[in-house]
């Protein structure tokens, strides 16, 4: 599995014109990433700094989900 249900959810807000389904492909989740990373389309297949950035980017927008459902930090 590339991504945990909730990050899966998460690319699938911040990237909506990437039309992920359900049952999306690794290379759409991908592509997805990189979207999220800053690419464009217009500029071929991304090679690796935009599908960092946008991995970065997904598990930072994860960390932050997870930590405002903790109940350790809801007072």
Known sequence: ???SPLEFQLLRR???KAGLLE????QQCLTAIAKLGGHLKRNGRP????PQTGWRQL???AL????VSDEAFNP
Request: proline share 5%; charged share 15%.
């Open 23 to 26: 049952e999306a492909t690794v």
């Open 14 to 16: 911040q990237v909506p």
């Open 64 to 67: 932050g989900v997870r930590l």
């Open 47 to 50: 090679i690796w700094q935009s």
């Open 1 to 3: 599995m590339l991504l």
């Open 59 to 61: 598990q930072d927008l």
